[in-house]
């Protein structure tokens, strides 16, 4: 019995110096949730370093083109004198360099898992007893590409989506909906009434390093709410 044991204690002990070894030569990388947010950790020899994603992307700005000028077609241009600008000295305090204080935390990337916006249509007093079509902004497919201690990870996540119309009805998909005609959520209301939609988003996936696919430990969940007014179908009476 002695001897199984020492056995065994023997090869737990080879295993472990193995992975040890492993991740001396190359990182050992690791992908989870932790408050809410997406970790990736790499360990190689005695260093870990940590990256999250957490913050919003900056949105691009649009470059608006100058408007064309009108140019006169048969008169030439009449020549301006040239007027001679006074001479100002100009008197230049020294700039003084701020302290940057180096903090030795996690790297922050750009890029953030994104928390959805809510639309719903008609967009004005949608009535009770006619179909209110839902959707969100999120993308179906969100991907980050992480360069951490000389190793490139991709991590991959899709959401799903959990619809609470604020009626005691629930709804589960994998889709983001749409307007009207082709949206695939929608609602009816039966009672008039402000009702408080909820949308639940949960994020998961997988994440690839050196070829080689696993899945995230965890999910990313993130709540967006909407408030809806249903009103009464106006009344006509015919004599």
């Not at 809410?36 to 700005?61: D, F, H, L, S, Y």
């Not at 006169?72 to 100002?88: D, G, I, R």
């Not at 969100?136 to 991907?143: K, N």
Request: glycine content about 6%; overall charge positive.
């Amino acid at each position: 019995m002695v001897i199984i044991f020492l056995s065994l204690a023997l090869v737990f002990s080879g295993m472990q110096v193995a992975v040890a070894d492993q991740c001396q030569e190359s990182a050992c990388i690791t992908v989870y949730t932790d408050d809410n947010q997406i970790i990736i950790e790499a360990r190689k020899g005695n260093t870990t370093v940590k990256k999250t994603i957490a913050q919003a992307p900056k949105k691009a700005a649009v470059k608006v083109a100058p408007k064309p000028r009108a140019v006169p077609l048969f008169f030439p241009p009449v020549a301006q004198p040239a007027v001679k600008k006074p001479t100002v000295k100009r008197t230049y305090k020294p700039r003084i360099k701020k302290a940057v204080t180096k903090v030795n935390l996690s790297d922050r990337l750009t890029k953030m898992v994104p928390t959805a916006g809510v639309a719903y249509q008609p967009e004005f007093e949608p009535l009770v007893q006619v179909p209110v079509y839902f959707w969100c902004d999120l993308p179906t497919f969100f991907q980050s590409r992480v360069d951490i201690i000389g190793e490139v990870v991709d991590v991959a996540l899709r959401p799903s989506f959990l619809w609470s119309f604020g009626d005691g009805s629930v709804y589960a998909t994998t889709e983001n909906g749409g307007p009207y005609p082709a949206g695939t959520i929608h609602h009816t209301y039966k009672q008039p009434g402000t009702y408080q939609v909820s949308l639940l988003t949960t994020w998961n996936g997988t994440y690839t390093h050196n070829a080689a696919a696993r899945a995230v430990t965890g999910t990313v969940k993130k709540v967006s709410i909407a408030l809806i007014t249903i009103v009464n179908a106006p009344t006509t009476f015919k004599g």
